[in-house]
């Protein structure tokens, strides 16, 4: 039962474009989302978060929408740069769970120069 | 360090014999996860502590698979007897305080079990 699910395994874009990373969920109870960004070899990295009571948070070139009532919610990149590759890991979790993270199974993103 | 630290960060073990990775959270964070990510597979959650409570253990996937946290710092993860599908990415994060909900992870331990 995958309550996080990104659907779009890789995703590729061109250099100073938009990438937009999809994420969907199915437990209600979620109240906090998260996006990893991993390197090869490396621990996952924390890019950006939301609370459930929010529709959008912004960080720099990075922006997640939360859109609760279709339980979905997305990562743009603006503009996407080539250090930008990597595989990107939408998260969950609630406070009924300890806050133990429930993982998307990742997207592969490719920026190309 | 500033950051979660973990070692070995590989390690390459006999079937059966007994392994234990260690993981150093972020000064002062108070939570501490161990997740793996086994080949091809998602992350999946193991244990979580807070403080040297471990409240939540739902995740070990057999009671070969123990941790331990001693003065609300240092975390061991222990498997024992170790299997071939006991090869994986064992990841730590540590998170700073209820309220503060972002976890933060140190690079891993890649275990390899022939």
């Known amino acids: 039962d995958q309550q996080v699910k990104q659907n779009s395994p890789s995703l590729s874009v061109q250099e100073g474009r938009i990438s937009i990373l999809n994420c969907d969920y199915t437990?209600?109870?979620?109240?906090?989302f998260l996006w990893y960004k991993k390197y090869p070899a490396e621990g996952p990295t924390f890019l950006i978060s939301?609370?459930?009571i929010k529709d959008k948070n912004e960080d720099g070139r990075f922006t997640v929408f939360l859109n609760k009532s279709a339980k979905h919610l997305s990562l743009h990149i603006v503009p996407s740069q080539p250090g930008d590759s990597a595989v990107y890991f939408c998260a969950a979790n609630h406070a009924g769970n300890n806050r133990k993270l429930i993982w998307g199974l990742g997207t592969s993103l490719a920026v190309n120069p | 360090g500033a950051g979660v630290s973990q070692s070995p960060s590989n390690k390459v073990t006999e079937k059966g014999k007994d392994v234990e990775l260690r993981c150093d959270p972020i000064?002062?964070?108070?939570?501490l996860y161990w997740y793996r990510q086994s080949l091809g597979q998602g992350l999946e959650f193991l244990i979580y502590?807070?403080?040297?409570?471990?409240?939540?253990k739902s995740g070990l996937p057999s009671d070969r698979f123990s941790a331990e946290r001693t003065g609300g710092s240092v975390s061991t993860l222990t498997i024992q007897r170790t299997q071939q599908e006991d090869s994986a990415v064992y990841l730590c994060?540590?998170?700073?305080?209820?309220?503060?909900?972002?976890?933060?992870f140190g690079p891993g331990t890649r275990l390899l079990v022939l």
């Open positions: 994060a540590s998170r700073q305080a209820r309220g503060q909900e972002t976890q933060y």
């Open positions: 000064s002062g964070h108070t939570a």
């Open positions: 437990n209600s109870m979620f109240d906090y």
């Open positions: 939301i609370s459930s």
């Open positions: 502590f807070q403080g040297n409570s471990a409240p939540d």
